[in-house]
């Protein structure tokens, strides 16, 4: 189990020792990385495309996201507003409007990129079994990147330790979401450390669909992905709402996308004072996902 795993985080804690100055490198990685995301994306489509029954596989994916979804969301918001009313947080929001089509455009890519591995493959109706393989090749390409980019992501450790709400956020998204992954997986009759796999993604689809994916095959991995993406999503809309009242729940829900996408509607209606517990709680929640995620995956080695 262990060797199996330092496998898999090898390429990651690499990554993370890479300390990078100059911005080109830097914009290059990035550049890279989406890249190289698009691409198992793509493969994760041809998966789906390569199983049996796929139109019940898909009913599965999507029973398996939606029961997910609600357990872990539940969890998240019925704990989060405890953080509100002990550690209240000012806001000032500017309330201008951001435009639904810039905020969901990137959404939209990934969408397209499975969409388009899956019909790739059901149209060629080919041997699609070196599949697998090309993904776990670029999977550790990927990992080792995404390494370099939380190391100059320009958080600093000091950063991280002094903000006070953005580790309890953080602390208070991971202590519920587990719970609720283990309750889903009770639901649905799979082993408790799949449901706390799937549980660890907070936000992050793409990479969560793709380590699922590699590690228990493209249902879980499509399950992921959706269960991500509509966390996502849900924040975009609910974020507005809440941050006056409650910005710590609405920063907290965003999970690991506080840090990125979630960011500009988060200042926008927030404020310049929820700015950095966004960023230190998206930070800490985008590096526990390869970590709890690859751990619990490899429990099945064990």
Same mark, same amino acid.
């Given at each position: 189990?262990?060797?199996?795993?330092?496998?898999?985080?090898?390429?990651?804690?690499?990554?993370?020792?890479?300390?990078?100055?100059?911005?080109?490198?830097?914009?290059?990685?990035?550049?890279?990385?989406?890249?190289?995301?698009?691409?198992?994306?793509?493969?994760?489509?041809?998966?789906?495309?390569?199983?049996?029954?796929?139109?019940?596989?898909?009913?599965?994916?999507?029973?398996?996201?939606?029961?997910?979804?609600?357990?872990?969301?539940?969890?998240?918001?019925?704990?989060?507003?405890?953080?509100?009313?002990?550690?209240?947080?000012?806001?000032?929001?500017?309330?201008?409007?951001?435009?639904?089509?810039?905020?969901?455009?990137?959404?939209?890519?990934?969408?397209?990129?499975?969409?388009?591995?899956?019909?790739?493959?059901?149209?060629?109706?080919?041997?699609?079994?070196?599949?697998?393989?090309?993904?776990?090749?670029?999977?550790?390409?990927?990992? !080792?990147?995404?390494?370099?980019?939380?190391?100059?992501?320009?958080?600093?450790?000091?950063?991280?330790?002094?903000?006070?709400?953005?580790?309890?956020?953080?602390?208070?998204?991971?202590?519920?979401?587990?719970?609720?992954?283990?309750?889903?997986?009770?639901?649905?009759?799979?082993?408790?450390?799949?449901?706390?796999?799937?549980?660890?993604?907070?936000?992050?689809?793409?990479?969560?669909?793709?380590?699922?994916?590699?590690?228990?095959?493209?249902?879980?991995?499509?399950?992921?992905?959706?269960?991500?993406?509509?966390?996502?999503?849900?924040?975009?809309?609910?974020?507005?709402?809440?941050?006056?009242?409650?910005?710590?729940?609405?920063?907290?829900?965003?999970?690991?996308?506080?840090?990125?996408?979630?960011?500009?509607?988060?200042?926008?209606?927030?404020?310049?004072?929820?700015?950095?517990?966004?960023?230190?709680?998206?930070?800490?929640?985008?590096?526990?996902?390869?970590?709890?995620?690859?751990? !619990?995956?490899?429990?099945?080695?064990?």
């Amino acid at each position: 189990m262990f060797s199996g795993m330092l496998l898999i985080f090898s390429p990651l804690i690499i990554g993370y020792l890479i300390s990078i100055k100059q911005a080109r490198y830097l914009n290059a990685v990035n550049t890279l990385t989406m890249r190289l995301v698009m691409v198992i994306l793509v493969l994760m489509g041809l998966s789906l495309a390569g199983l049996d029954n796929l139109g019940q596989h898909i009913s599965t994916i999507l029973y398996f996201a939606a029961t997910f979804f609600i357990c872990i969301g539940a969890a998240n918001l019925l704990a989060l507003p405890v953080l509100d009313k002990l550690f209240p947080t000012e806001t000032h929001g500017h309330q201008h409007k951001l435009t639904l089509s810039a905020m969901m455009s990137e959404s939209g890519k990934l969408i397209a990129a499975v969409a388009v591995g899956l019909i790739v493959g059901l149209l060629l109706n080919q041997d699609l079994s070196w599949v697998d393989t090309a993904s776990e090749g670029i999977l550790l390409l990927l990992l !080792f990147l995404i390494g370099i980019q939380l190391r100059n992501s320009g958080m600093t450790l000091k950063q991280i330790i002094l903000n006070k709400s953005g580790l309890m956020i953080a602390a208070l998204v991971v202590a519920t979401s587990l719970p609720g992954g283990l309750l889903a997986a009770w639901w649905l009759g799979i082993p408790y450390h799949h449901g706390l796999a799937m549980a660890s993604g907070f936000g992050w689809y793409s990479l969560a669909g793709i380590l699922m994916g590699d590690g228990l095959g493209p249902v879980y991995g499509g399950a992921s992905f959706i269960l991500e993406l509509a966390r996502e999503l849900v924040a975009i809309m609910i974020i507005p709402v809440l941050i006056r009242r409650y910005p710590l729940t609405a920063i907290g829900y965003g999970g690991a996308t506080a840090m990125d996408f979630t960011l500009p509607i988060i200042q926008s209606t927030g404020g310049i004072r929820c700015v950095p517990i966004a960023i230190v709680s998206g930070f800490i929640l985008s590096l526990l996902v390869p970590v709890l995620m690859l751990f !619990f995956l490899s429990l099945d080695a064990g």
